[in-house]
């Protein structure tokens, strides 16, 4: 499938050629047409070769399409045909409204090329950036997780799932969780985000070995849409197995 020019090095022999191929059979198809379409306005097909090499080849492209097809136009079918004398001049100024029209959706086409190019380096970013970050949690000794205002999971980190289960998003603490240990995580969400800032609680989990004790650091993440509450157990303080402190 060919795609809208997003880069210009390697394709612009290929895309030129395909510029002017386009513009020369619009040309032959408009000539074929002449018996069917008549003799008046002979742009009508012209202006296909213009949008598509707007779009898909490159604004230089574009514009070397609209001069073949000026120059088509002009010998071809403005009479007296086939020559270089125009009799008309209304014609001339139809000759000089195609040729200007044909830049402007020239232009056009390089503002959607451009604006398509951004969008996909943005979303490359993005995705970037967000492997950075998960490769980075993902290898982080520290349980993390991301919530909603409702208490559901949307994301955690692989040291979380391997700890516990790997099927996290979508549900919340009372999914997961004995009762006694949801509420309390719970409650320690709507403390986070009525204050909208970081707190730290001493939280407990049942594992497969017992108890276990943690120093969890909980703060608010706000964007435009929703709120979010960003969990991180950095610390485990005790485990069942282990003396307590005297």
Known sequence: MFEPALSSAGQNPLRYALAVLAAIAALLLRKALAPLLGVHNPYHVAWLAIVFSAGYCGFWQSLLAVGVETIGVWY???PPTPSWRIADRSDIYGLLGFALFGSLLSILGETYRRTLVHNVEAEQRAHRARKLFETFMDNSPATAYLKDEDGRYVW???????RFTPNFVGKTDFDLFPQSLAKQYREHDFVVMKEK?????????????????????????????AEYCLVENQLTLRSANEPRMR
């Open 197 to 225: 800032k970081a707190h730290e609680f001493i939280e407990n989990t049942i594992e497969a070995d017992g108890e276990h004790t943690w120093l969890t650091v909980k703060f608010p993440v706000v964007d435009s849409d």
């Open 76 to 78: 071809w079918f403005l």
């Open 156 to 162: 955690t980190n692989l040291t979380n799932k391997t």
